[in-house]
């Protein structure tokens, strides 16, 4: 079954650090760009990061600096750490395999919440 799991998001104040982690099925995560994405209360969802199988990484200007997407393509593992962290970074956090016309998948799963206290 395609499986998306989501972990690590929780509550902390501003400037702060937050590790999240996907694990996801070999199906969605072999061979393929895989991707954090983020939705607010409000606003649409975004591509925050993403990496390739080979390790090339793209983030969105609002994160850009301060966040790094990794994988371990042995546990099928892709990871967010989320450094100097704004309140403007609070959302619901997802992972999902990335094209270029838009996410891979349409099963999502549960995500991970980041609230950011200012």
């Known amino acids: 079954q395609v499986q998306l799991v989501e972990s690590g998001g929780g509550l902390v104040q501003a400037g702060g650090s937050l590790r999240l982690s996907c694990a996801a099925s070999?199906?969605?995560?072999?061979?393929?760009?895989m991707g954090w994405y983020r939705q607010a209360p409000g606003k649409q969802r975004e591509l925050v990061a993403s990496i390739t199988n080979g390790r090339s990484t793209n983030y969105a200007d609002s994160v850009k600096g301060r966040f790094t997407i990794s994988r371990d393509n042995g546990k099928n593992m892709v990871y967010l750490q989320m450094n100097s962290l704004k309140p403007e970074d609070t959302a619901a956090y997802y992972c999902n395999a990335v094209t270029i016309v838009g996410p891979r998948y349409d099963r999502w799963g549960r995500g991970t919440q980041v609230t950011v206290s200012s």
């Open positions: 070999g199906r969605i995560f072999s061979g393929n760009t």
